[in-house]
T-cell receptor
Framework: DQQVKQNSPSLSVQEGRISILNCDYT??????FLWYKKYPAEGPTFLIS?????DKNEDGRFTVFLNKSAKHLSLHIVPSQPGDSAVYFC???????????FGTGTRLTVIP | DSGVTQTPKHLITATGQRVTLRCSPR?????VYWYQQSLDQGLQFLIQ???????AKGNILERFSAQQFPDLHSELNLSSLELGDSALYFC?????????????FGPGTRLTVT
């Protein structure tokens, strides 16, 4: 039961351009969403979040957009840097709890 | 460095065996979560403990069990291991148990069952 889906397993972007990572969810009860970034041999690290009462949250080069009617969120990275190359997971907490549903991840490669 | 430690980093064992994975949360964190990441899969939530008590259960097999000790470290016990149990096992910790507490992940334990 994959309640959070990332349909693009990989994405390659030139340095300096925009990276757009997409995520879809099926559970309309989700009210909070997170993006995690994972480097090889490390655990995921929190990147940015958004509450369902907002449609956009920005933190430096990272912006997350939420479209509740489409049950879709996206992470924009502008400008992309080689150090951004990692696997990105979107996640949402189970309603009324704190354990997270994770997508399968998108591997971003930023080409210098 | 998230402050969450997991041991061992790698574990290779045979089918039918039993292993124990250990997790030490960040100082001050009361919640511990266990997740499993199989090949090409997202992280699947297994179980959560808060201050020594089980708080939530996910897709954890009956062959698996966990506990959180008074010093707040946690152990995940996997028994009667099967080839399909080969995966990365992550532990995460958070200050509280509510939905808006950030989870900090350890580096994971890679389990290979042969």
């Amino acid at each position: 039961d994959q309640q959070v889906k990332q349909n693009s397993p990989s994405l390659s972007v030139q340095e300096g351009r925009i990276s757009i990572l997409n995520c879809d969810y099926t559970n309309s009860m989700f009210d909070y969403f997170l993006w995690y970034k994972k480097y090889p041999a490390e655990g995921p690290t929190f990147l940015i979040s958004i509450s369902s009462i907002k449609d956009k949250n920005e933190d430096g080069r990272f912006t997350v957009f939420l479209n509740k009617s489409a049950k879709h969120l996206s992470l924009h990275i502008v400008p992309s840097q080689p150090g951004d190359s990692a696997v990105y997971f979107c996640a949402a907490p189970r309603t009324g709890a704190n354990n997270l549903f994770f997508g399968t991840g998108t591997r971003l490669t930023v080409i210098p | 460095d998230s402050g969450v430690t997991q041991t061992p980093k790698h574990l290779i064992t045979a089918t039918g065996q039993r292993v124990t994975l250990r997790c030490s949360p960040r100082s001050g964190d009361l919640s511990v979560y266990w997740y499993q990441q199989s090949l090409d899969q997202g992280l699947q939530f297994l179980i959560q403990y808060y201050n020594g008590e089980e708080r939530a259960k996910g897709n954890i097999l009956e062959r698996f069990s966990a506990q959180q000790f008074p010093d707040l470290h946690s152990e995940l016990n996997l028994s009667s291991l099967e080839l399909g149990d080969s995966a990365l096992y992550f532990c995460a910790s958070s200050r509280g148990s509510g939905a808006f507490y950030e989870q900090y992940f350890g580096p994971g334990t890679r389990l290979t069952v042969t």
